[in-house]
């Protein structure tokens, strides 16, 4: 695909370099611990320094430099663009590019729901001018998988287009491949990982690209550890803050992901083509569960010892191809298809451990659960006159949940041999099955003003139909408009404004409907809901971005508004009153609002050579009322905003790299709210570091330091007596655990 969009080359010979001043340094370390002291008001004022700093920059930059950016919303990198930085693959090359990695956070997710296809949200990565037919194993995914020497050149699309495949995505990376390339290249990669316990676990994954004839093809395994040794410290107080019990919990989970993938593309003729993605994954997640409950309020103290085995099997497939046919007018015919499932068996089996060491089953639960989605989808493009084309197509989805859940109790009662000889409860909704089909049929307007304004419109149904069968036996009707407004504006070759307006509706989790496990030690089964409606509501959004000249970076500034109607959180479903029940419900209406700033800046106006520094600035708020304590709050699990900071520095001449991020969450942090209690969660800062170099040979030796800090992430729990609207206070528990570094060194090449 030739896309007819004008594009601008970087010129790279003209790059020249400067260094950072420890002073400047120190200017951003005080900003960034400004910020993290702030309220949200404070955080608000704090943006100024923020995106002034940013503006200043730039226009020292612009007194120093020719403005190349071009005068279109397209940007092209060549290949020879990145041979400085030594990349193995496609993804090293997109990480590489300035305002990327910066401009996918713009934008908030509230509101997106992973609904079918859905549209491109707030980056969209294609291959080719094409976007991968699936989900677990979309396009982006498959940059690891090619190498560097097959790419001919990236593309960052800003505007929006008819002749793309991607629709609603603030911002397009674009991968262009060789098409005469014919020869196969392999890419490697072999790990080890160490733990904070000493364990080392090994990795590794290879893939296989190419073309042969008219066939291109990525085939690729992967061999990824998920080693956890997480440490669990647990102290409550009773209402008169005296002491109630201390926990310690040792959890060790052995995991490892098995992934099988391969991506074909087949070029039929000079007008048509076909895609076939398909992927296989197992990720096992036995755990073990060393837990120590010491009771002070008895003297002497009670010390209770528990073992627990959690895990089971997991693994889960997906299929997903598409056929495109295009006219000699320019029109486009294309059918695409998603078939996946997921399958899950998860035990919880604990043991009460005595002073000799025998073992005393007490708990037994089993639960399963199949998921499946089937997509189709089918659409033809016709373009119109005066710069304007036409998409209408209609998309038929069908989700299936099947579930099940089985408890087991030691106590009196008959014994079930299914349940390791205990006691089966009886829990409501443990067996059922959850289908929603789906119909929605679309029409997509593209109007390309002139080359500095676009507008893109859209109008889509959803009808749907959610069934449930099994315990409970149920079928319901939906429908809603959902409309789309994007309207992109280059107010300069290097401003660009947008602004945004959509209606969405939020997938439904079918776990929602039926029994689930409780995290809860206390509370091990949860009821469902089968009267759930989907979210639904409008998304505002403007954005302004910046590109600076000769390739030095991007900023963009941004501002949303949310208003959620039929909002998802708890609420209460208490049968008997000494035993408060809770399910996800709808809540009613709330809103949820927030500002972001975000740069992608190399330090040539300030001195290093190849130095690129990345901040991403958030600040917000939600609002909605409690229907369990009728007050005014933030969306549950809703924080206050985040900032990150992060550093790559690229030397060239000794083939090293090194850099590192930094995040958090500003005060405020996690609340969640329940029938019977209130929880707060935060934490350290999270901090990662990494070192790479490139021998002679092409060989790549990256040593990285996941959670350099060992952060601290610690969770308040206020319980009542009864309801929390009776508001007596029963006990208060603080936990905090540590997951600990993880210390790993990879070595990958290509031949």
């Known amino acids: 695909m030739v896309l007819t969009l004008s594009t601008v080359r970087y010129d790279l010979m003209t790059l020249r370099y400067c260094y950072l001043s420890d002073s400047r340094s ?75 990695q910066t401009s996918s956070r713009g934008r908030s997710g509230g509101g997106s729901g992973g609904r079918g296809f859905g549209s491109g949200g707030s980056s969209e990565i294609i291959i080719n001018g094409k976007r991968a037919a699936g989900k677990s194993n979309a396009t982006g995914q498959q940059l690891q998988r090619i190498t560097a020497q097959q790419v001919n050149y990236i593309e960052i699309i800003r505007g929006t287009s008819g002749e793309l495949d991607v629709r609603g995505s603030g911002q397009i990376v674009n991968v262009v491949l060789f098409e005469e390339l014919s020869s196969t290249a392999v890419n490697y990669e072999i790990n080890m990982e160490s733990y904070a316990d000493q364990e080392r676990k090994p990795g590794g994954s290879v893939a296989l690209s190419g073309k042969a004839g008219q066939l291109g093809f990525v085939l690729s395994g992967e061999i990824d550890p998920r080693y956890e040794n997480q440490v669990r410290k647990e102290h409550s107080v009773l209402a008169d803050y005296s002491d109630n019990d201390y926990i310690r919990e040792d959890r060790i989970r052995d995991q490892t992901n098995y992934n099988l993938s391969a991506n074909l593309d087949y070029e039929i003729s000079d007008f048509s083509s076909a895609r076939l993605n398909a992927l296989y994954r197992e990720d096992d997640n036995p755990t073990e569960v060393f ?47 998603i078939a996946n499932q997921r399958n899950d068996d998860q035990i919880r089996a604990r043991n009460n451990i005595a002073d000799d060491g025998a073992e005393t089953l007490n708990l037994f639960l089993d639960r399963t659960y199949v998921t499946e989605e089937r997509i189709v989808r089918g659409s033809y493009t016709t373009e119109m006159f005066f710069g304007q ?20 109790l030691s106590g009196d009662g008959t014994s079930d041999p299914s349940l390791r000889g205990l006691v089966r409860q009886n829990i409501k909704n443990a067996n059922s099955t959850v289908e929603e ?36 036996n149920k079928s319901r009707d939906f429908g809603f408009f959902k409309p789309t407004f994007d309207l992109r504006f280059d107010l300069t070759p290097q401003i660009q404004l947008s602004a945004r307006v959509r209606k969405f509706v939020m997938q439904l989790s079918f776990n929602d409907f039926v029994a689930n496990e409780d995290s809860d030690l206390d509370s091990n089964v949860q009821s469902g809901n089968d009267d759930l409606r989907q979210e639904w509501g409008w998304v505002y959004e403007t954005r302004g971005e910046y590109r600076l000249p000769n390739d030095v ?10 208003v959620h109607n039929d909002r998802i959180e708890r609420i209460d479903v208490t049968v008997d009153e000494d035993n408060p029940q809770s399910t996800n419900g709808n809540i009613g209406k709330g809103d949820m ?61 000794s083939g090293i790299t090194y850099g590192g991020n930094w995040s958090n969450r500003f005060e405020g942090n996690i609340m969640r709210y329940d029938v019977d209690d209130i929880e707060i969660r935060g934490g350290d800062p999270y901090v990662s570091l990494y ?12 040593l990285f330091s996941r959670n350099h800090t060992d952060n601290t992430q610690c969770r308040e729990r206020r319980r009542f007596l009864g309801k929390i609207s009776a508001q007596i206070l029963e006990e208060i528990e603080n936990r905090c655990w540590n997951d600990g570094r993880v210390v790993a060194l990879r070595v990958s090449g290509n031949f």
């Open 389 to 408: 084309d036409i998409e209408l197509g209609v998309e038929r989805a069908q989700t299936t949940l099947e579930s099940g859940i089985a408890l087991g």
């Open 26 to 100: 120190r200017d951003l370390m005080t900003l960034s611990d400004e910020l993290l002291r702030s309220k949200f008001a404070l955080a608000l004022r704090g943006m100024q320094p923020f995106i002034w700093c940013l503006v200043i920059a730039s226009f020292i930059e612009s007194a120093n430099a020719q403005d190349n950016v071009g005068d279109e919303s397209t940007i092209r990198y060549p290949a020879e663009y990145f041979v400085d930085f030594n990349p193995m693959t496609a993804q090293d090359m997109v990480y590489r590019i300035p305002g990327v």
């Open 437 to 472: 089909i789906r119909y929605e049929p679309f029409l997509i307007h593209n109007y390309v003003f002139s080359d500095k304004m676009s507008l893109e419109t859209s109008l889509l149904y959803e009808a749907s139909e959610i069934s449930q069968w099994g315990e409970v």
């Open 691 to 702: 070192a790479q170099f490139v021998d002679s040979r092409g060989l790549t030796y990256r």
């Open 593 to 653: 609002y927030g500002l972001t700033a975000n740069a992608s800046l190399r330090m040539r106006m300030l001195g290093l050579p190849n130095l690129q520094l990345t901040a991403n600035l958030e600040v917000k708020d939600s609002n909605i009322t409690d229907p369990l304590l009728g007050i005014n709050r933030r969306f549950r699990d809703y924080d206050r905003g985040r900032l990150n900071f992060g550093f790559r520095h690229d030397m060239p001449a």
């Open 291 to 337: 837990r120590k409950i010491t009771n002070v309020r008895s003297d002497p103290n009670v010390v209770t010892v528990q073992r627990e085995d959690q895990g089971g099997e997991r693994n889960n497939w997906e299929v997903g191809g598409d056929y495109e046919l295009n006219r000699v007018n320019g029109d486009r015919l294309k059918f695409l298809f």
């Open 553 to 562: 970076g991007a900023v963009d500034v941004g501002a949303y508004y949310h």
